[in-house]
């Protein structure tokens, strides 16, 4: 058995790599005797990630403080990289922990293996079979898992996608998806005084439907027909109102703002802290999403799910019933919408259908794999929902 603590640098950029790291930081600083853990930022993201610092109490040791408007991937994993660099080199962790699938993601996995350090890969061997899409999501996973010593997946299938690949199964362990561990957190917490400025009482008595769509291969004609999809419904069902925090991208704000701004009922909100986002998601009737994260955790709170997506690398949920794929087009969104709306049964087996992502206790099997690895304790994780996956 290993006696000596474990260095580890866990690296993200972006909220939603914040909001699903938290939890594991916590647990993992709440083992001192096993982790000698470092926090390192991009901040790929700047507002929205310095929100779910605050939420979660996490100060980082280093802020590489990348972000700037319009610049283009190539620019922020070339800063990401160079940064990581200077840091690992400091450092000198043995692990570095990464999430995901951001360009953070991908560079945090190189720069560790420059600095032959192993690298950890949280949320692991999500695939859609199309590397555009999600773009550059898809590659960025790929790639970094060709990169990883440790994958970390949420699911069996996911797990069943590395060893396809062939990654050795000693080296994947599936344990639940941590978003689901914050999502619990932050649910139980008290409900912010206003969503994003609105008053609750705007949605009181109403069926609320909250919007999310930002991703780069939405943009421009995909994301109008989404838009015009919304506002047709809203425009035919008088009980609905639609909140949607619109991502502070410019070209996202210009296409939402051109259609959807000025109605009524349709309520657009700049990007709002991750509490809130938790209890508009309660107060919901349903979630429309082009977000991969939405897609884990509305189904948590029994929220069905439309995935404004052409594929989704999260199939477990479609199986399991908890998404439907809506796609990008204005009638099969409107159909699919129609749907829940005017069919309770349908509305009814979607919300009742079991969430095949967590359990809220992927952060502790993560850091017992990472302890047993590392010869700190005898025995691996016993394994996320292995029985009710293969029921």
């Not at 990289?81 to 840091?87: N, S």
């Not at 421009?220 to 506002?231: D, F, M, S, T, Y």
């Not at 047709?232 to 619109?246: C, I, L, N």
């Amino acid at each position: 058995m290993k006696s000596k603590k474990v260095r580890v640098a866990a690296v993200f950029g972006t909220r939603p790599e914040a909001i699903k790291m938290a939890p594991l930081i916590a647990e993992m600083s709440a083992k001192p005797d096993w982790f000698d853990l470092h926090v390192v930022v991009t901040a790929q993201h700047r507002e929205m990630l310095d929100q779910v610092l605050q939420l979660f109490s996490i100060d980082p040791h280093y802020d590489l403080g990348i972000m700037q408007e319009r610049q283009s991937l190539t620019a922020i994993f070339a800063k990401a990289l160079t940064g990581l660099e200077t840091v690992f080199r400091e450092i000198r962790p043995e692990l570095v922990l990464v999430h995901g699938d951001t360009s953070t993601t991908l560079a945090a996995g190189l720069a560790a293996f420059y600095a032959k350090a192993k690298v950890g890969h949280v949320e692991a061997g999500l695939r859609s079979g199309d590397k555009f899409n999600p773009f550059p999501e898809e590659m960025n996973r790929r790639l970094t898992g060709a990169l990883a010593d440790l994958h970390f997946a949420p699911t069996i299938r996911q797990a069943e996608n590395l060893q396809r690949e062939g990654v050795d199964r000693n080296t994947v362990f599936v344990t639940g998806n941590t978003v689901i561990d914050a999502l619990l957190q932050v649910s139980a917490m008290d409900r912010p005084a206003t969503a994003g400025g609105l008053d609750w009482s705007c949605l009181k008595g109403r069926r609320v439907v909250l919007v999310e769509a930002h991703r780069r291969e939405n943009l421009g004609e995909p994301l109008a027909q989404i838009c015009q999809a919304i506002r047709t419904m809203v425009d035919e069902y008088e009980d609905v109102v639609v909140v949607f925090p619109v991502h502070f991208n410019p070209v996202v704000r210009d296409t939402v703002n051109s259609i959807l701004r000025g109605h009524e009922r349709i309520f657009l909100l700049d990007p709002v802290d991750y509490r809130t986002i938790v209890h508009l998601m309660k107060a919901s009737y349903m979630v429309m999403t082009d977000s991969g994260g939405f897609q884990e955790e509305a189904p948590a709170l029994g929220k069905p799910v439309l995935v404004l997506r052409k594929v989704t690398e999260r199939p477990e949920g479609v199986q399991s019933g908890t998404l439907r794929l809506a796609g990008v087009a204005r009638q099969s969104i409107l159909e699919c919408a129609r749907d829940l709306l005017e069919d309770s049964s349908e509305y009814a087996r979607m919300a009742s259908a079991p969430n095949p992502y967590g359990d809220g206790r992927a952060s502790s099997r993560i850091a017992q794999a990472i302890a047993h690895h590392f010869g700190l304790v005898d025995a691996p994780p016993e394994p996320f929902g292995i029985d009710a996956q293969q029921a």
